[in-house]
């Protein structure tokens, strides 16, 4: 019998993970709290794929565009960046 795509766990699931200042800053909320509001769904993600035995989780975090944002803004991105991966 053959598989339906429904029945195939893909090998590698690729996210782009984006908004997050944007929506804090529509609730005048400082952007630094939409990024940190993208760390839990991440962590869920991530063992999620580890649990579903996906082999591969790309999570685009940083496009070369975002080095324009003010600086204090990448600096916060990077530190948060460092934490979240400890």
């Known amino acids: 019998m053959q598989k339906s795509i429904v029945d195939t766990v ?3 699931v690729a996210v782009m993970m984006c908004g997050n200042g944007r929506g ?4 005048r ?10 760390i839990e769904p991440a962590r869920k993600l991530i ?3 580890t649990k579903q035995s996906i ?3 790309t999570l685009f975090l940083f496009s ?10 990448v600096q ?7 934490t979240s991966l400890e």
Request: aromatic share 10%; charged share 25%; hydrophobic share 30%.
């Open 10 to 12: 893909p090998n590698h």
């Open 24 to 27: 804090a800053k529509q609730r």
């Open 29 to 38: 909320l400082p952007r630094q709290m939409g990024h940190r509001s993208g």
């Open 47 to 49: 063992e999620y794929c």
């Open 55 to 57: 082999g591969f989780l």
């Open 64 to 73: 070369s565009e975002n080095w324009n944002r003010p600086r204090v803004e």
């Open 76 to 82: 916060g991105l990077m530190s948060l960046f460092k």
